[in-house]
């Protein structure tokens, strides 16, 4: 069997931790992790014709992915994110703007690929700046399996936004904080599964995960329910761990993997990535699997 291609759209950076600078941003962090399940992955980006542009650009193709895509701009600098660690459970962010990533430009080589995709995965913070969002919303046009990983930053959303890009989607992941905010939007406050069930509905997504921090996860898929209590591990930091998850599920569903299954070893290399330092540590398969294999799950 062919390995599946995707393409990852949306912001690189490095993420700037009192430990020193570390390369990030969900979409580099979700392509890192899919190559090394195996997957093609390609990054439609834009770093800045500087030093840090260099760098990230380097760490990416030792990382074997494809960066043709990503562009190289004069006016803006490549993106950095300041970290702040006091709490490893509840890492913050603070996103300097504007940055190279906010004017990622629509090439016809991007779409070339993105229509010859098996899966194009993409988040709302890329969607803050109105060129590289009106470039995603073309570039959606063009795709034919679209995987929105929700991703929410302070202050970097809005519902227009984020509603226009769930009724895109084929599958989207979030984390039970914004699962509660969108379904506010909706003016009904209801329990986990009836939300999930009503976003599926009134958008027409057949696909949804939603993540709940060290106590696992639950999936939606083609009208049934799958859950995985997670599993115990010492963190770290959760920096790039719903990343991992996230590309970990993709590859699961992609190569038609049982659903449960999917989710367990999803949960499981979250876990991992989130007792490892930083967002791009190389988990192997076997470790995976003697995490599943063990004992160490979340208590309910």
């Not at 390609?42 to 380097?58: K, M, P, Q, T, W």
């Not at 190279?100 to 709302?124: C, K, M, N």
């Not at 406050?189 to 639950?218: H, K, N, Y």
């Not at 070893?265 to 979250?270: I, K, R, S, V, W």
Request: charged share 20%.
């Amino acid at each position: 069997m062919s390995p599946k291609n995707i393409i990852c759209f949306g912001e690189v950076l490095w993420d700037m931790l009192p430990t020193g600078k570390m390369p990030g941003g969900a979409p580099m962090n979700v392509a890192f992790h899919l190559k090394n399940f195996g997957l093609n992955t390609a990054l439609i980006s834009r770093v800045g014709s500087d030093d840090l542009g260099d760098e990230l650009i380097e760490f990416m193709q030792k990382a074997g992915l494809d960066v043709s895509l990503v562009q190289r701009g004069t006016n803006h600098l490549t993106g950095v994110v300041k970290v702040n660690m006091d709490d490893a459970n509840e890492v913050t962010y603070k996103i300097v703007q504007p940055v190279a990533w906010d004017y990622i430009q629509l090439e016809e080589e991007a779409v070339r690929a993105v229509e010859r995709s098996d899966g194009f995965v993409f988040g709302s913070l890329a969607a803050r700046n109105p060129g590289t969002r009106e470039t995603l919303h073309r570039l959606l046009e063009k795709a034919t399996f679209k995987i929105f990983d929700v991703n929410f930053r302070e202050p970097y959303y809005t519902q227009e936004t984020v509603e226009y890009l769930l009724q895109q989607a084929d599958m989207v992941k979030m984390n039970a904080h914004e699962l509660a905010l969108i379904t506010a939007w909706q003016g009904t406050l209801t329990d986990e599964r009836s939300a999930i069930q009503r976003l599926s509905e009134r958008f027409d997504v057949p696909t949804i995960c939603v993540t709940r921090g060290g106590s696992g996860a639950i999936l939606w898929k083609d009208g049934a329910f799958y859950e995985s209590r997670g599993f115990a591990v010492q963190v770290s930091d959760t920096i790039g761990s719903g990343d991992s998850f996230l590309a970990a599920l993709i590859k699961g569903l992609l190569h038609n993997d049982p659903p449960a299954e999917s989710l367990e070893f999803a949960c499981a290399t979250g876990s991992l990535v989130a007792s490892r330092q930083g967002a791009t540590p190389r988990i192997t398969g076997d470790e995976i699997r003697s995490l599943m294999g063990g004992s160490r799950r979340v208590s309910q």
